[in-house]
């Protein structure tokens, strides 16, 4: 069974461009979350996707969005990029419902903002 | 979420048992314990979770107090690949899916 997938792995960015990240859960999950780590701040939830509506939201500016495909796969983008932006980027898959269950973690992007 | 307190970093040596706990003195009645850790600069990967009973799986135990308000992580015989950051989560019943990750306990496995 395939895990979670995403791309690219490593990306650079200049300052104020826009950055979409793609994800592409475990086959039959429904549920896609996103996550923000740096080194200053840990891991934060960005937002939650379930069945193409987002669920759940973390405390992000609007520069953070995303969206989920009927297929399940999902991308975040992040427009006007800041230095600041500069993380590893997780997306985490989940059979979804209105029950916690457990998240199967990717790999990873790590966006750098130059 | 019911906040969780960890200690930052334990010691442990190879072969000898982990144990690592975490205070959930808020937690709810219907709200489980997960744990999950991470490896340096991988995703995280999910270990284990219970409601009130132990629960026992390949990887790790989880011992669960009768007043739930603690739990401990036991990984039974440690390896230095057990190096990580484990981190305890109690995620809100019914919320979706949203882990709210403190700073968890960073575990070195020493010969």
């Known amino acids: 069974k395939a895990g979670v997938t995403q791309t690219p792995r490593y990306l650079i960015k200049t300052r104020g461009q826009q950055v979409t990240l793609s994800c592409s859960p475990i086959s039959g999950h429904r549920s896609v979350s996103w996550y923000q780590q740096t080194p200053g701040q840990g891991l934060q939830f960005l937002f939650e996707y379930f069945s193409e509506t987002q669920r759940n939201k973390g405390n992000f500016p609007g520069r953070f969005s995303g969206r989920q495909f009927s297929n399940s796969r999902s991308e975040m983008n992040v427009s006007t990029l800041e230095l600041g932006d500069s993380a590893l980027y997780l997306c985490a898959s989940s059979l979804g419902g209105t029950m916690n269950t457990e998240a199967f973690f990717g790999q990873g992007t790590r966006l750098t903002v130059v | 979420d019911a906040k969780t307190t960890q200690p930052p970093s334990m010691d442990c040596a190879e072969g000898r048992a982990a144990n690592l706990p975490c205070n959930h003195s808020?937690?709810?009645?219907?709200?489980?314990v997960y744990w999950y850790r991470q490896i340096h600069s991988q995703g995280p990967q999910y270990i284990i979770h219970?409601?009130?009973n132990n629960e026992t799986n390949e990887m790790a135990s989880l011992i669960i107090t009768e007043d739930r308000k603690s739990s401990t992580l036991i990984l039974p015989h440690a390896t230095l690949r057990d190096t990580a950051v484990y981190y305890c989560i109690v995620p809100l019943t019914g919320g979706g899916n949203k882990l709210t990750f403190g700073t968890g306990t960073q575990l070195k496995v020493e010969l």
């Open positions: 808020t937690i709810s009645g219907n709200e489980y």
């Open positions: 219970g409601l009130k």
